[in-house]
């Protein structure tokens, strides 16, 4: 088989997974705490039976950059200003999420916009739905009618490879990753916004499409060839 398909093969695959990539991007520029994802490529030797040959090996990470700090005025939208992560008990162990847009039960128990219990350090803090006014400190501890329920648990996980996407939009940590205590300021009333810049994305997209189309084309261009030598 001719390198030069393999090349142009190996070009089309990365530059559709970058169109993915930053498909998803646009499609959560709204969406409270999303990190955009970043398409990242190298060459590596080594395909086939021949040590010689280049292979294009691929992946993501995270882009952890802050987002904006958008003020709500509600009592439960909590955002953090740092690294670090909101912990939720979730089906599959614990998740991670940016999104600080919590709820309480009936039972007085916080929640998550998609109904996972918050994590507490330490015993889990119980409210009152119709108590008073909840106040939570830039540390996340808790107040309610003048006394402390408890701190809601931040936690940081040291490299942007020790967490990965989970299908319900929170982040998991990847087995052997560091976690450790977050100094992440927490803002009551606050969300935060997606970091995903839309102009950037679009030109990334642009530039994506526009290499994938050049690999295609080569790749027709060395098949034709073949075709015709072969007639």
Do not use: C
Request: net charge negative; charged share 25%; glycine share 12%.
């Amino acid at each position: 088989m001719n390198v030069g398909l393999y090349r142009t093969v190996a070009a089309m695959r990365t530059n559709q997974q970058r169109v993915e990539i930053v498909s998803s991007n646009l499609a959560n520029t709204e969406t409270t705490g999303f990190k955009r994802m970043l398409h990242v490529a190298h060459g590596s030797n080594g395909w086939g039976k021949n040590a010689d040959h280049e292979q294009v090996v691929t992946g993501t990470r995270l882009d952890m950059e802050q987002g904006v700090l958008q003020r709500t005025g509600e009592d439960l939208d909590l955002a953090l200003d740092g690294s670090g992560f909101f912990v939720m008990d979730g089906p599959g162990g614990e998740a991670l999420t940016r999104q600080g847009q919590f709820q309480l039960s009936e039972s007085g128990v916080l929640l998550s916009r998609d109904g996972l219990p918050v994590q507490w350090s330490g015993q889990r803090g119980v409210l009152d739905p119709n108590g008073g006014a909840i106040k939570i400190d830039n540390r996340g501890t808790v107040i309610q009618g003048g006394l402390a329920a408890g701190r809601i648990r931040i936690v940081d996980v040291i490299g942007t490879d020790g967490i990965e996407p989970d299908d319900s939009g929170n982040y998991r940590i990847r087995p052997g990753a560091e976690v450790v205590e977050s100094d992440a300021s927490v803002s009551q009333g606050f969300i935060e916004r997606t970091n995903v810049q839309t102009v950037d994305e679009l030109v990334e997209l642009i530039a994506a499409q526009r290499a994938f189309d050049s690999a295609a084309q080569a790749f027709r261009t060395i098949d034709q060839s073949y075709r015709r030598l072969h007639q």
